[in-house]
């Protein structure tokens, strides 16, 4: 089945700086690789995705390539404020048992210093 | 972005009571909806993906006489965890599903933080 892996496990940065995490998948048929960022007690809310016609998406200080040869996906931050601190994970489809669904990373712990 | 609620947002219970979680689609109709479950510091693990008007089908190792999931309508899922006992506190979360494969969105509730005591 599809496996989605996800680094860094945490990540540090000053305020202005970017932040890139990095997600690799297995399942050569994914075909949708969504992001999220989910805030402490509250629900994960969806940042940005890309599909495997694209091979670049962005929107405004959010960007998010995709490499379908090597399988592997990134979410960039540019310009990183304080409120981005945030858990961030990355998730990719997948097709089980007659369904399709997402599976998603272990997730990063972005924290973005004043 | 699609929105979705859920209701309650926290709830305490008595351990061998049952509990029931609302999720509502708000603005669209979800023909499909996902319940996850998530502990501290960990990611989400999906328990069951339940279709309007159909059963639900649940993960490996997922109690699904324990899970109740009812998807009576395009707007509504629900999830009753029956006889609770202290290991069941989770956070739970459910998504809902935005447009038809492949080009489809998933979205989700803000959870709902369960204590049994």
């Known amino acids: 089945g599809e496996n989605v892996e996800q680094h860094p496990s945490t990540l540090s940065v000053q305020e202005g700086d970017s932040a890139v995490i990095k997600c690799t998948y297995s399942d050569s048929a994914s075909n949708y690789f969504p992001w999220y960022k989910q805030e402490l007690g509250k629900g994960p809310q969806l940042i940005i995705d890309?599909?495997?016609?694209?091979g670049e998406k962005k929107d405004q200080r959010i960007a998010v390539t995709l490499n379908k040869t090597a399988k592997h996906f990134s979410l960039h931050i540019t310009e990183t404020q304080p409120e981005d601190s945030a858990v961030y994970f990355c998730?990719?489809?997948?097709?089980?048992?007659?369904?399709?669904?997402?599976?998603f990373g272990a997730g990063t712990r972005l924290a973005v210093h004043p | 972005g699609a929105v979705v609620s859920q209701h309650p947002s926290r709830v305490i219970c008595k351990s061998g009571t049952s509990v029931k979680i609302e999720c509502r689609s708000l603005?669209?109709?979800?023909?499909?909806m996902f319940w996850y479950r998530q502990f501290p510091k960990q990611s989400l693990m999906l328990m069951a993906t339940?279709?309007?008007?159909?059963?639900?089908?649940?993960e490996q190792g997922v109690e699904k006489d324990k899970f109740l999931i009812n998807h009576a309508s395009l707007t509504l899922s629900t999830l009753t965890v029956t006889s609770a006992h202290p290991e069941d506190s989770s956070f739970y979360i459910c998504?809902?599903?935005?447009?038809?494969?492949?080009?489809?969105?998933?979205?989700f509730g803000p959870g709902t933080r369960l204590t049994v005591t």
């Open positions: 339940s279709n309007e008007g159909s059963k639900a089908t649940y």
């Open positions: 998504s809902a599903r935005v447009g038809g494969f492949p080009y489809y969105e998933q979205y």
């Open positions: 998730a990719a489809s997948a097709l089980s048992g007659g369904y399709n669904k997402l599976i």
């Open positions: 890309i599909r495997s016609n694209v």
């Open positions: 603005d669209f109709q979800a023909t499909t």
